[in-house]
């Protein structure tokens, strides 16, 4: 009822009303005036809904261009997200993968909601299109970075919705990064979705900064925006809570806004003795926002961590972080996983970043995208620094419309990564030179000026993290620091030349850090004599990978890729890098193995084979390097667990043991070889090699570890040893392990006439199930999940998973006609 209501009724009424009663019915109208204004701006907002999408997905591999030709197909099938179409094909045999475009299918009940709804994807590889109810809702181009549709003008408030997601990773040079990028460009729908149910008027973004940032004191500001409905004035209340929980500081304004998006800004009163963030103590602080009517009812609130830590690098003296150096302990990471391609649940994510933070490491390159959500919480919260990394990989700079779409992703990656403290670097790029994609786009005077041109935007968005750059040497200049090319010992000259190169670079370039160095290695492969610290003989001698490797000789190319030589190559550098004054630190490339279009002729076809764990996460023998040096808890481990058989001399072999302990003593057989010291700067491991007088057949070893001569370390390992050499290669001895339930190991074996191992047989194996039962774990990237592998050291493995009937498994080789097992369940 409003004011004119009761008055309308009295003007053509034909009762006579006295003065008295006209009076107290105006005081009635206004009474329920108030009243139903009241009402009207006391009720509550509706809450915001963030409800997980990931489940009851139907899934069309056909590039349909339009919406009634993809629902008329009869080839949908169930998925769930994540997903991605080149889960498997970027690792078997044929040469490619796809690059298209599919479709996505969802059916939803939406219940009525006096607000707005919104579906927010995680991320989708490349180019997407979302339709509701068969329009289109909305598009996005690129790919690594979330983005919102908003369904609200389409969306049925009762009944069923039928959601429609085209995505395609096309050939499409106008998106980074370049095509002729080292790694897959993964289609579909890679990251989680969200559908997201907002009130009318919400808080859309908060950018959390630390201007100042010391022991003693703190300073934060907060630049918020707000979506809002109509012109009207709320109170935007924001609170800091401390890493236990204890609210600190509150602090409230008032905001005028009007309809549409607005900006604002809260600063905060210095906060005294803040809790800094460091990788050792990674204290989380808790910024909310609530924004409020003017009866103080809560229209919509958000809640993000922050940290408070401040970093530099000082010119020729390295890294610090919060006042004192810190020395960059490294790797790298893709977003990927075997089986799975790029499309990862949460928990592999977390699991990844954990692991190298269990094995001592304080920072990770992300290679060379930015990653999922998940990624920077973790690294939050176990504290790892990050540097990340817009896409601008190779293929040098194009047009107008790849400048758009460039901006358009470094923009949203920079800002939806603004409030994580784990930040320090932010990378423009890496080899963005190489392999130009457009005519003339490789040159300095075409990329210098776009260089400089997101320096300053980055810098006009966020002040206060570092820019840095990978491998372009004309801008090393016009970023805040610098990493060249290094990779001693593998793509060119040996690895003692590390430590030259290193301080080489650091008197060159004021703000060095060094990222990727490593190399390759062939699980299970090995060696009595790896190439030494002097390098290949002929090898190229600059330490600079070329660009056609084609034309150099180096270990990359020229060597059998054997576990022994990587684990020296790594102990070397370590070794340097963890005793080299004012250096910054580096990062080793990669902590997993991952898939590659550019590499089909490796030992695993298509896969970068230098992770410290292969593709599925196991361990590999470099891994144990690393921990050596860096990891906390106590351990020891003897070179190596896939080291399984070895020939030599009577008077036995060298056994070399990484342990992170004060002394570790060995025994063969349970008797003690002796207990010898860790020494500081000696390799390989610290010292602790032993000569092991072998003898013929199986030969068992163990280590203890101990700290202040208490034991608190162990491993144990077999050897089946043969005194002289084995005889030349005979054939295959293939047989069919059972492991459990219905998982079979299928192994080959090269042996001579008399049964020996052939140590140097490394032809490359193929393995079928040509029973058409069951099937072979295949298509993974993995040591025992490949069917196309070269033999380590005279020996391959696959896993089967039977069906419960008879299979018969075939191995062949370029000199090997036919070998077959049969796998019978009963």
């Known amino acids: 009822m409003t004011n004119a209501q009761p008055q309308r009724y009295l003007r053509h009424s034909h009762i006579r009303t006295s003065r008295w009663l006209y009076a107290i019915l105006l005081l009635v109208s206004s009474l329920l005036t108030v009243t139903s204004t009241y009402a009207a701006a006391s009720k509550p907002a509706p809450k915001e809904q963030v409800i997980p999408f990931n489940s009851d997905w139907l899934y069309l591999q056909e590039n349909h261009k339009n919406l009634a030709d993809a629902l008329a197909s009869k080839n949908w099938v169930?998925?769930?997200?994540?997903?991605?179409?080149?889960?498997?094909?970027?690792?078997?045999?044929?040469?490619?993968?796809?690059?298209?475009?599919?479709?996505?299918?969802?059916?939803?009940?939406?219940?009525?909601?006096?607000?707005?709804?919104?579906?927010?994807?995680?991320g989708a590889n490349f180019e997407t299109q979302v339709y509701l109810n068969g329009k289109l809702a909305g598009e996005h181009v690129g790919g690594y970075i979330g983005f919102t549709i908003d369904l609200t003008p389409l969306v049925k408030p009762k009944g069923q919705n039928e959601l429609m997601v085209r995505v395609s990773n096309r050939f499409n040079p106008n998106l980074i990064p370049?095509?002729?990028?080292?790694?897959?460009?993964?289609?579909?729908?890679?990251?989680?979705?969200?559908?997201?149910?907002?009130?009318?008027?919400?808080?859309?973004?908060?950018?959390?900064?630390?201007?100042?940032v010391s022991a003693e004191e703190a300073t934060t500001q907060v630049s918020v925006d707000i979506n809002a409905?109509?012109?009207?004035?709320?109170?935007?209340?924001?609170?800091?809570?401390?890493?236990?929980?204890?609210?600190?500081?509150?602090?409230?304004?008032?905001?005028?806004?009007?309809?549409?998006?607005?900006?604002?800004?809260?600063?905060?009163?210095?906060?005294?003795?803040?809790?800094l963030w460091s990788p050792d103590e990674p204290n989380l602080y808790q910024l909310k926002l609530s924004?409020?009517?003017?009866?103080?009812?809560?229209?919509?609130?958000?809640?993000?961590?922050?940290?408070?830590?401040?970093?530099?690098?000082?010119?020729?003296?390295?890294?610090?972080?919060?006042?004192?150096?810190?020395?960059?302990?490294?790797?790298?990471?893709?977003?990927?996983?075997?089986?799975?391609?790029?499309?990862?649940?949460?928990?592999?994510?977390?699991?990844?970043?954990?692991?190298?933070?269990?094995?001592?490491?304080?920072?990770?390159?992300?290679?060379?995208?930015?990653?999922?959500?998940?990624?920077?919480?973790?690294?939050?919260?176990?504290?790892?620094?990050?540097?990340d990394e817009l896409p601008w990989c190779r293929g040098g700079k194009g047009g107008a419309e790849w400048e758009k779409n460039t901006e358009h992703l470094w923009k949203a990656q920079v800002k939806q990564n603004m409030n994580h403290p784990s930040i320090v670097f932010w990378s423009l790029g890496n080899e963005i030179y190489w392999e130009e994609d457009f005519p003339g786009g490789g040159a300095t005077e075409v990329i210098n000026p776009y260089l400089q041109k997101l320096q300053d935007m980055t810098k006009e968005m966020d002040p206060y993290r570092l820019t840095s750059i990978r491998k372009y040497y004309p801008g090393s200049d016009i970023v805040d620091s610098f990493s060249p090319s290094i990779w001693a010992g593998w793509y060119g000259g040996s690895y003692n030349q590390y430590e030259e190169a290193l301080k080489n670079a650091h008197a060159e370039y004021p703000a060095f850090l060094h990222m990727e160095y490593g190399g390759s290695s062939h699980v299970g492969r090995h060696t009595e004599t790896p190439i030494s610290s002097k390098g290949l003989r002929g090898a190229q001698v600059s330490v600079s990978e070329a660009v056609n490797q084609a034309v150099v000789r180096s270990v990359a190319k020229d060597s059998d890729w054997n576990s022994n030589y990587i684990v020296d190559l790594f102990d070397w550098h370590l070794n340097v890098s963890e005793n080299l004054p004012d250096f910054a630190g580096n990062a080793q490339w990669a902590f997993k193995d991952f898939g590659t279009p550019l590499r089909p002729l490796n030992p695993l076809p298509y896969t970068n084979m230098k992770g410290l764990v292969d593709r599925e996460g196991n361990f590999k023998d470099a891994y144990y390097v690393f921990a050596s040096y860096w990891k906390k808890e106590p351990f020891c481990w003897i070179e190596s667990h896939t080291w399984t058989h070895r020939n030599g001399p009577k008077e036995g072999r060298d056994v070399t043991v990484y342990c992170n302990t004060d002394s570790a003593e060995l025994f063969l057989d349970g008797k003690s070889l002796g207990k010898k010291d860790k020494q500081a700067g000696v390799v390989p491991a610290g010292g602790l090699v032993w000569k092991v007088p072998f003898e013929n057949g199986l030969n068992k070893l163990k280590v203890e570890g101990f700290r202040n001569n208490k034991k608190v370390a162990e491993d144990e390992h077999e050897v089946t040893y043969l005194i002289g050499k084995h005889g030349k290669f005979k054939t295959i001895n293939l047989q069919a392990k059972h492991v459990e339930s219905?998982?079979?190991?299928?192994?080959?074996?090269?042996?001579?006439?008399?049964?020996?191992?052939?140590?140097?047989?490394?032809?490359?194996?193929?393995?079928?199930?040509?029973?058409?039962?069951?099937?072979?774990?295949?298509?993974?990237?993995?040591?025992?999940?490949?069917?196309?592998?070269?033999?380590?050291?005279?020996?391959?493995?696959?896993?089967?998973?039977?069906?419960?009937?008879?299979?018969?498994?075939?191995?062949?080789?370029q000199n090997v006609k036919g070998v077959y097992v049969e796998i019978n369940p009963k």
């Open 742 to 813: 219905n998982r079979w190991l299928i192994s080959a074996e090269a042996v001579d006439k008399d049964g020996n191992r052939v140590l140097d047989y490394s032809e490359r194996a193929y393995f079928f199930n040509i029973g058409e039962q069951g099937q072979l774990v295949e298509n993974q990237g993995t040591p025992a999940g490949s069917s196309v592998i070269s033999m380590a050291s005279g020996f391959a493995n696959i896993e089967f998973i039977d069906d419960g009937q008879p299979s018969i498994i075939e191995y062949r080789g």
């Open 291 to 387: 924004l409020q009517d003017s009866q103080s009812n809560e229209i919509h609130h958000k809640i993000d961590n922050f940290g408070y830590r401040w970093f530099e690098m000082k010119a020729h003296k390295g890294f610090f972080l919060n006042g004192e150096r810190v020395l960059i302990r490294g790797t790298h990471r893709h977003e990927e996983h075997a089986g799975l391609g790029a499309a990862l649940p949460n928990e592999i994510h977390r699991q990844d970043m954990q692991m190298i933070k269990d094995m001592g490491a304080n920072f990770v390159r992300l290679g060379h995208y930015p990653q999922d959500p998940e990624v920077y919480k973790v690294a939050n919260e176990i504290g790892l620094l990050i540097w």
């Open 78 to 122: 169930e998925t769930s997200l994540p997903h991605t179409w080149n889960a498997t094909d970027t690792m078997d045999a044929t040469p490619g993968y796809r690059r298209n475009a599919s479709w996505y299918k969802k059916s939803f009940e939406a219940t009525s909601f006096d607000g707005l709804t919104h579906l927010y994807f995680e």
């Open 229 to 275: 409905d109509a012109n009207t004035t709320y109170t935007l209340k924001a609170d800091i809570i401390s890493p236990s929980g204890e609210l600190l500081q509150t602090t409230t304004q008032e905001v005028t806004v009007s309809k549409g998006k607005n900006s604002t800004k809260i600063d905060f009163a210095k906060l005294a003795s803040p809790a």
């Open 178 to 212: 370049s095509q002729k990028s080292d790694f897959f460009l993964f289609g579909g729908i890679t990251r989680d979705v969200f559908l997201k149910r907002l009130p009318t008027t919400y808080i859309d973004y908060m950018a959390i900064k630390t201007p100042s």
